[in-house]
């Protein structure tokens, strides 16, 4: 008899350790999808021993709060991720968010997205939600795959690498979600030149919004721009800052994967970002807005990309798989990249 109770109290007491821990796991979520941790073993399209850390995911994060800017105040350098869905919205993200829970789901209209932000490689990715007919609602793993960011989708349990775009284990191993265009920039740069952009504002109790948030550091000499080209052999086109220190948008023109690629951007400005154009079209500096750019068509361009005036008024361009990263990130990450002068 002393035999079964001490079984019972045993596996009892295991039942509790078990119980605790699903209850007290975070989980922002505003839906009733759970991810709980593998019971099988995963395998890896990436080298195994090069993933570090235990799975153990951040709260998922499906709010949607936004106000105007003028209800925040942020520092002048506290970095800022914009995102433009054409000539009804504009978005911004402060990393006082973002580098708290690491992935942020959202959506406009049918655009659903995961806004994607690793503190460690300093890199940003907005990731399009949908994939093989289904949409897909993600959130930090626990994982890093060299220093970076591992997303998880709720709904396999796959597991993504966030600078390769691209999953390595699980239903969507090999896969690569198509991105959103998504400027990493600064606090002031968005409040000048995109006052009409609604800024994500999720409710922390105890917290005045910008005002409890620390300025950070945004010396850009150790950050490089990079546009990926390839889908097995990634190249990686490698944007300086310095190469856009102006006092008006910098333009650059490349080729990249058989098509004509528009960069601009501005140093002082902290702001890169890159669109596929008509190889064709030329392309010159606004002398009347210094975030502006226009064609040889007649169309006036915000530096998100945005048709404002000209035949073709609320086109948003598109861009290719792009982001700001660490120039140690890129290096060790990828073999493959061309620098750009």
Known sequence: MKLYAHIYFVFLGVFIIIGCTHD????????????????????WSIPQDEVLGPYHPFPLVTD???VNVSEVDYPANHLTTLISFGPDEIRAYPNGFTAKYEIINNEFEDQKYALTHCPITSSTICFDRNLDGQTLT??????????????????TGSIWSQMLISGVSGTYDRKTPNTFNAVETDWSTVKTYFP????YNEFIEGAKVGVDVEAEPTNRDFHKYGILSGVNKITVHIFEYSLFDTEALTLKNAFINGRSVLVVGNKDLNFISSYFVNGSTKFSM????????????????NA??????????????????????????????FDNLVIHE
């Open 24 to 43: 007290t796991a975070e989980n922002k979520q505003t839906g009733s999808l759970e991810n709980e941790p593998f019971e099988i073993e995963p395998t």
């Open 64 to 66: 949607s709060a936004f």
């Open 138 to 155: 993600f959130k930090a793993s626990g994982y890093l795959f060299k220093d970076n960011l591992m997303p998880t989708d709720i709904e």
């Open 196 to 199: 009409e952009a609604r800024v």
């Open 286 to 301: 606004d002398p009347n807005n210094p975030m502006n750019f226009k064609d040889s068509t007649g169309n006036t361009y």
């Open 304 to 333: 998100m990309g945005l048709v404002l005036e000209g035949p073709d008024k609320g086109l948003q361009l598109d861009s290719p798989k792009a982001y700001t990263a660490a120039w140690s990130a890129w290096q060790n990450f």
